[in-house]
């Protein structure tokens, strides 16, 4: 039986179709994302506009082909930050059911951070008693501290990239006044996390921000899921590639290969979360994972076959 599972999320859509038996994923059958930057303008205007909706609506469309193409039996679509604080969110999903045939949950922060979670930590098992997990998004960023599948502690802070980027960094490159802004932004949101918990954890950071820097870092000429995934982010390779970055305009950014087309002008900001995270938690390295909510709305729904 094929499933597949779709991540809207404030800056990507992402689709995962995988093969299950027995209750078990026994194969990946497809997976991509896109940038579709469906949170533009909805942290200041708490509103999806119609440009959105039919940029959005035009790249589910392809997801449903796809599924079809497949043969896939069961489709789950869950929205989160971007759809949560958007007035319009209920427009929105109407038009994307009616239009396509696609209906989207909206899930609520704790539960995007328990499944982002399960699905972080999902290629990861037996390598530690304690893991954490912390999800960069667009308009949030989720925080998880758990013992395998058990969770001991989950946060999701109203802190992602593209809301501190039009938030904050709004010039390119980013003056030196907007840069300690977002400094402290970023802390204060960090100071009711359980940051001495952390450090002791088997640290797993999920989403686009941490696959781009795991690219960059090893100059991979194209995306390669094998090299990205499980790979080790040193915390003072990180600052580096901030150094390489915050001076740079976003044409510039644009330029490197390893910098999907939509990330150049939100890079710069999720870096910044990433290294008040690891600063704040007193982590020295941090193991990179390209799986994420995707793969927990899969477990979630075989847990609820079972």
């Known amino acids: ?45 708490r509103m999806i506009n119609r440009e959105t909706f039919e940029r959005a ?27 949560r604080d958007a007035a319009n969110s209920d427009e929105f999903i109407s038009f994307i059911r009616q239009s396509i045939g696609i209906s989207i949950e909206i899930l609520t922060g704790d539960d995007e951070a328990r499944w982002t979670y399960r699905g972080g930590i999902s290629e990861f098992q037996g390598r530690a008693d304690k893991y954490s997990v912390i999800d960069i998004g667009g308009g949030s960023t989720e925080i998880i501290i ?28 980013p003056e030196h006044q907007e840069l300690i802004e977002a400094h402290d932004v970023i802390h204060s949101h960090l100071r009711g996390v ?28 194209a995306y390669d899921r094998e090299k990205v995934s499980g790979y080790t982010l040193e915390y003072v390779d990180v600052c580096a590639m901030f150094g390489l970055l915050k001076d740079k305009t976003v044409s510039q950014i644009s330029a490197l290969p390893q910098i999907s087309p939509g990330r150049e002008d939100i890079i710069v900001a999720g870096i910044m979360i990433l290294m008040g995270y690891l600063e704040s938690c007193g982590l020295k390295k941090i193991t990179v994972s390209d799986r994420g909510l995707r793969y927990g709305m899969i477990y979630r729904e075989l847990e609820n076959d079972r």
Not at 201 to 219: F, N
């Open 57 to 83: 609506a035009g790249f589910l469309r392809r997801y449903k082909n796809t599924c079809d193409d497949f043969g896939v039996e069961k489709i789950r679509a869950v929205g989160t930050s971007a759809l």
């Open 146 to 173: 758990g013992d395998g599948s058990a969770i001991h502690s989950k946060v999701s802070l109203d802190l992602g990239s593209v809301r501190l980027t039009e938030r904050i960094l709004k010039t390119s490159p």
């Open 1 to 45: 039986m094929k499933i597949a599972s779709i991540d809207i999320g404030t800056n990507t859509i992402l689709l995962l179709i995988v093969e299950v038996s027995n209750g078990k994923i026994t194969s990946v059958v497809h997976d991509e994302q896109v940038i579709a930057r469906l949170g533009k303008g909805v942290d200041a205007d």
């Open 194 to 221: 359980q940051t001495k918990e952390i450090a002791s954890t088997y640290a797993v950071g999920v989403a686009g921000t941490l696959t781009t820097l795991a690219a960059l870092h090893q100059r991979l000429p």
